[in-house]
């Protein structure tokens, strides 16, 4: 169940409103790394998950991300109420200042309503929580570009505070994931296909205009790895041998 306490999880103070950086902030609260998607996306995980400690780890964050809700939904409201009555202020968002009279609403900055297509839910624990890693990983970049935004110190100690959170949720659910004990690779049940898994396609061949490189790394060099023509060339060379690619039946990629 849920409680509410008429206090902010971080109290907020503010110099001059700044409608446009308002504006800018509602990517935090209606956007797609925003905390409502981030605590609808760990809520929703934990109603779905049967290992009862991550489901707690879930619904602890789940929950402390409503309170950024708040936190970024009042800063963002204290820097969008002038563009009930002021003109030139209404510029900075219109749809904010017509149809929402300087309140905020779930929409992003550019005015796109919050949807339910932001969430990652697989039912799956482990994928989730990978899911979950990047989501943090999203929501740290924004407010750190957002701090980059403001002059207004109130507003950056409210940021600064959102912005650590979500390390710390990166560093819970990361630690949730890797106490799984599961191989990096093992992602649910049926395994990849021996040998095509280790098979790197070089499918991005030739040097770019500015010096690009097909470049080798241990993405594709190294360990298990292989590396393989790309299937286009493969097709192409034995078109001009006269015989047909061995994977030109949609078979074996092998060469
Ligand atoms: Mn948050
Ligand atoms: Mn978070």
Redesign the pocket.
Known sequence: MYHHIKQLMYTVRIGQPDPHFGNMLLEQFGGANGELA?AMQYSVQGLNCDDPERKDLLMD?GT??LS?LEVVGTLARMHLKPLKNDRKAAHADPLIAIAGGGGVNLYNSAGDAWTADYLKITGELDVDLRSNIAA?AR?KIVYERLIDFTDDQGTIDALQFLMT??IT?MKAFTAALESMGKPTFSIGKIPPTPGLVDQYFNDSTGVGDRGEPDARGPWNEGGDWEMVTAPAFQELESASAGTRAPGSNGGSRRH
Do not use: F, G, I, P
Request: hydrophobic letters at 30%; a negative charge; charged letters at 50%.
């Open positions: 981030a964050v402390e991300e950024h943090e929501a959170r979500e949720h």
